[in-house]
């Protein structure tokens, strides 16, 4: 009995765990997907309807308005992140003095959530409160920035708080894979005569594909569930120009009772990421077994 229970021991600590998980997760994304096939309002229906949601999903204006803002703010926040944390890491690279209070912070804003994010971003772009007040009490009257309220450039502020939030974390993956490189070859590099910015371009940056792999695999993820950064800094406005699928789901199981409509976009958004987290998790695993 005693062998028994030492051989499975850690499979009866690990159970109510991975119950819980299977339930309230798997579970919960089968039950999601279920009634995204049935015609539910307030209340879920168990009734099947076919794909008649994910149609009316696709017929919807705002679900174009809130797949086009995924588009900009998710090619933007990703492209200016990487771009930013990998300057910033090269620049840090290079040993400067104070380095430690320096990367501490560039990371501090990783460390707030995207509410407190919103809503310091909505006080500084605010053209009442922030940098158009500021400027102008400095006497340029005439300066105008007002992003926050404007239907074509909000989505714009987004990516500012977005960018500002993520782009020291982007750095801390690029920095540790900086300091990885084999110095050897920097070092053979160099005595040859190449330039540092020539060794930066063609022989670092081009070893850090994995961390580049990494950083844009997170980075999506964050655009595609982003939530409550939207809804503290824009509130989805001005009328639903900064919606993205996340606060258009909201919106429909919250604010209009539509559950089969919130079920199908939440559904939508689920495959959307496992279209970029699955074939990142099998080039993974081959590598492993190379």
């Not at 987004?158 to 977005?162: D, H, L, R």
């Not at 993205?244 to 909201?250: E, N, V």
């Not at 279209?275 to 590598?287: E, K």
């Given at each position: 009995?005693?062998?028994?229970?030492?051989?499975?021991?850690?499979?009866?600590?690990v159970?109510?765990?991975?119950?819980?998980v299977l339930f309230?997760?798997?579970?919960?994304?089968?039950?999601?997907?279920?009634?995204?096939?049935?015609?539910?309002r307030?209340?879920?229906?168990?009734?099947?309807?076919?794909?008649?949601?994910?149609?009316?999903?696709?017929?919807t204006?705002r679900w174009?308005?809130?797949?086009?803002n995924?588009?900009?703010f998710?090619?933007?926040?990703?492209?200016?992140?990487v771009a930013l944390?990998?300057?910033?890491?090269i620049?840090?690279?290079?040993?400067?003095?104070?380095?430690g209070?320096?990367?501490?912070?560039?990371l501090?804003p990783?460390?707030l959530?995207f509410?407190?994010?919103g809503?310091a971003?909505?006080?500084?772009?605010?053209?009442?409160?922030?940098?158009?007040?500021?400027?102008?009490?400095?006497?340029?009257?005439?300066?105008?920035?007002g992003?926050?309220?404007d239907?074509?450039?909000?989505?714009y502020t987004?990516?500012?708080?977005?960018v500002?939030q993520?782009?020291?974390?982007?750095m801390?993956l690029?920095?540790?894979?900086l300091?990885?490189?084999?110095?050897?070859?920097i070092k053979?590099a160099?005595v040859?005569?190449?330039?540092l910015?020539?060794?930066?371009a063609?022989i670092?940056i081009?070893?850090?594909?994995?961390?580049?792999?990494?950083?844009i695999?997170?980075?999506?993820?964050?655009a595609?569930k982003?939530?409550?950064?939207?809804?503290?800094?824009?509130?989805?406005?001005?009328?639903?120009?900064?919606d993205?699928?996340?606060?258009?789901?909201?919106a429909?199981?919250?604010?209009?009772g539509?559950?089969?409509?919130?079920?199908?976009?939440?559904?939508?958004?689920?495959m959307?990421?496992a279209?970029?987290?699955?074939?990142?998790?099998?080039?993974?695993?081959?590598?492993s077994?190379?």
């Open positions: 009995m005693s062998a028994w229970l030492t051989r499975h021991i850690p499979k009866i600590a159970a109510p765990s991975l119950a819980a309230f997760v798997y579970g919960f994304i089968a039950w999601t997907g279920y009634v995204s096939l049935t015609r539910s307030i209340l879920p229906r168990y009734q099947l309807e076919g794909l008649d949601q994910y149609a009316k999903l696709f017929r204006p174009d308005v809130a797949m086009e995924l588009l900009v998710g090619v933007l926040f990703i492209a200016v992140s944390g990998l300057l910033l890491a620049l840090l690279d290079q040993r400067i003095r104070a380095e209070a320096i990367r501490t912070v560039y501090y990783m460390a959530s509410i407190v994010t809503t971003w909505k006080w500084i772009l605010n053209p009442g409160l922030g940098i158009e007040a500021v400027v102008r009490s400095w006497g340029w009257e005439d300066f105008r920035f992003w926050l309220v239907p074509e450039l909000a989505i987004v990516v500012i708080a977005g500002w993520a782009s020291g974390f982007v801390a690029f920095l540790a894979g300091r990885s490189v084999d110095q050897e070859i053979a160099m040859d005569g190449v330039s910015p020539r060794i930066y063609s670092i081009p070893s850090l594909s994995p961390v580049f792999l990494s950083a695999i997170v980075l999506a993820h964050l595609i982003s939530f409550d950064l939207v809804i503290a800094l824009t509130g989805g406005g001005p009328g639903y120009a900064t993205l699928p996340a606060t258009y789901m909201y429909m199981a919250f604010s209009r539509d559950l089969g409509q919130a079920a199908a976009s939440a559904t939508v958004m689920l959307t990421v279209a970029i987290i699955i074939p990142y998790l099998y080039s993974q695993l081959r590598q077994h190379d």
